[in-house]
């Protein structure tokens, strides 16, 4: 049973440049979230997608970040036009469909460096 | 606005010490706690779930309390290991299921042996 995968794990960016973030959620999995880690912060809440559609996106900034979880394949964070203030590790995390006892199962990660 | 609270923000401890690690919360009204586990440069594990209307889970050596009406939570390691060094998140879920997790900063462990 895969777990939840992230690549690449780690991407170097110059200025300007685009970044995109793939993950992968366990299989049957069809709720993904994503967070960001600045250094030395705790981890804050991005964007929730289920396929194919955004549902929550309160902390998604509103320039240059967009993401998607389209029917077939990886959801997909992307940053265009990086800047330094967006080094960080960004997690991606999925869970099944809703239950009680609901746990969100987080990939390894990818760290994001700009140069 | 909820935040979630760690304290301390790092603790070294000899092998096989009890020990004990905290949480708080400002607003009561959450769906459940999660603890997690973060290993350097790698992602998070979950350790246990605690839901709104229990007051503690164990798993192994740790158990999670939850005290919802004074916003805290703590996880006890009992016997600990060097192994069990890396860093411990809490988060707490605002809404029903499908909602985004709050997280403290963690705290980061360091058994030594």
């Known amino acids: 049973n895969a777990g939840v995968m992230q690549n690449p794990r780690h991407l170097v960016r110059r200025r300007g440049q685009e970044a995109r973030l793939r993950c992968s959620p366990v299989k049957g999995h069809s709720h993904v979230y994503w967070y960001r880690q600045l250094p030395e912060e705790g981890l804050k809440f991005m964007v929730y997608?289920?396929?194919?559609?955004?549902?929550?996106e309160s902390g998604m900034p509103k320039e240059r970040f967009s993401a998607e979880f389209p029917k077939e394949g990886p959801s997909i964070l992307r940053i265009q036009q990086v800047v330094r203030g967006d080094s960080a590790a960004y997690f991606c995390a999925s869970s099944p469909f809703q239950t009680r006892d609901e746990t969100q199962y987080f990939g390894p990660g990818t760290r994001l460096l700009v140069l | 606005k909820q935040e979630v609270t760690q304290i301390p923000a790092a603790l070294s401890v000899p092998e096989g010490e009890n020990l004990v690690l905290n949480c708080s919360f400002t607003d009561s009204a959450i769906y459940n706690l999660q603890w997690f586990r973060q290993d350097p440069g790698k992602g998070l594990t979950s350790l246990l779930l605690i839901q709104s209307s229990q007051r503690e889970q164990t798993s192994g050596r740790l158990n999670a309390s939850l005290d919802k009406s004074s916003g805290r939570s703590t996880l006890y390691i009992a016997a600990s290991q060097p192994g069990d060094s890396a860093t411990y998140l809490c988060a707490v879920r605002q809404g029903q299921a499908g909602t985004a997790l709050i997280f403290g900063k963690g705290t980061t462990l360091s058994v030594s042996s």
């Open positions: 997608l289920q396929k194919e559609n955004i549902i929550d």
